[in-house]
């Protein structure tokens, strides 16, 4: 019987080494590939990185993705807050630079399979393979591996879906790694510590005063750029009132930030777009959707509205519904389908 060769893609982190670790115990050829990307400190992350290869006595392969980080991710990352939206470059990066270009490489070197670190499950339904939530609730990242295709789930293993994080960090020290002080990577791994305005700034995304206006249109007030805002948002506002004014929306054509009330950040339609199905496409669907990776799941409709937009119907009221961010719809713990997030204050 063939032994598979099984690509894992290192961060020098616990969650990789010990799926590195994992696939090892069960018998598989595992090489570690670590990605370059334009992130400070890349050397230290090497040498982190090395540290466990060494130690698990497998190959390391280095594979240069810094110029398709930048085009695909941090332009992406850019242009959407110039635009007033929220971006989440995590899912994206897991698209098309991890589980895309990375894969690929995978492939070409020779790999059966690629491994990573998330806390999530692949699980075959009906012939096809499914992503589906990790058995620990507090650490499933499923979320951020919304938008892989089938064929990419095909192609992917991952090991901890049916692991407990405490449990992790256990079998990390058992394997002679007693470095792991329980900290978490961040999610947006380019910003650093830089905070995102700084960020921004340093990525010349200009400063453009605009108006601060309320639902009814009425000017409040002024702001120095719409990238300084996000929707739910309370401080930095500067408007005094008898009851707090909160950010319930970003009109990038117009440059204008728009403020309300608390009660005003709740709402029950939002569209969407992009959306992708991992089943065939239901004229009505209802199940379980998230909308941040933070966010609980809250019951509702994906409606058609008409030939390209959907519609989606909380049975409840959702706070602060962020454009730019992705809807994820799950049944029963499966992932069935995603789309971006449009400006909800545009449905009538």
Not at 2 to 19: E, L, P
Not at 38 to 52: N, Y
Not at 143 to 151: G, P
Not at 298 to 309: M, Y
């Amino acid at each position: 019987m063939n032994r598979q060769t099984i690509g894992v893609a290192m961060s020098g982190g616990v969650d990789s080494t010990v799926t590195a670790g994992l696939l090892q115990e069960q018998g598989c050829l595992v090489h570690g590939f670590f990605m370059l990307l334009p992130l400070p400190g890349l050397e230290q992350q090497i040498s982190r990185v090395r540290l466990v290869t060494d130690r698990l006595q497998i190959p390391l392969h280095l594979v240069d993705l810094r110029d398709r980080f930048t085009e695909n991710i941090i332009s992406y990352f850019i242009d959407s807050y110039r635009h007033g939206l929220t971006p989440n470059p995590c899912i994206v990066c897991n698209t098309i630079i991890k589980c895309g270009l990375l894969m690929d490489e995978m492939a070409a070197r020779g790999m059966d399979r690629m491994a990573t670190g998330h806390y999530a499950q692949v699980v075959d339904q009906d012939g096809r393979s499914r992503l589906k939530r990790a058995i620990d609730p507090l650490k499933d990242q499923s979320y951020f591996l919304c938008r892989l295709s089938a064929e990419q789930l095909d192609r992917l293993i991952l090991p901890l879906g049916e692991w407990e994080k405490a449990a992790v960090f256990e079998r990390a020290r058992s394997m002679g790694f007693s470095h792991f002080n329980g900290s978490e990577s961040q999610d947006v791994c380019f910003l650093a510590d830089k905070k995102l305005a700084a960020f921004l700034e340093d990525q010349d995304v200009q400063s453009c005063p605009g108006e601060i206006i309320n639902k009814s249109g009425e000017v409040l007030g002024s702001h120095q750029g719409i990238w300084k805002y996000t929707v739910g948002q309370r401080r930095g506002l500067g408007l005094p009132d008898a009851t707090p004014w909160y950010v319930t929306g970003l009109d990038g054509e117009k440059n204008r930030v728009i403020i309300g009330k608390n009660e005003d950040l709740f709402l029950r339609d939002l569209p969407i777009r992009a959306v992708q199905w991992a089943v065939k496409p239901p004229e009505k669907w209802t199940g379980s959707i998230q909308l941040r990776s933070r966010h609980r799941a809250a019951e509702g409709q994906v409606l058609q509205q008409d030939d390209t937009s959907l519609l989606i119907r909380f049975s409840k009221p959702q706070r602060a519904i962020t454009p730019g961010q992705f809807a994820v719809f799950y049944q029963n713990d499966l992932v069935i389908g995603s789309g971006i997030i449009d400006d909800p204050n545009s449905v009538e």
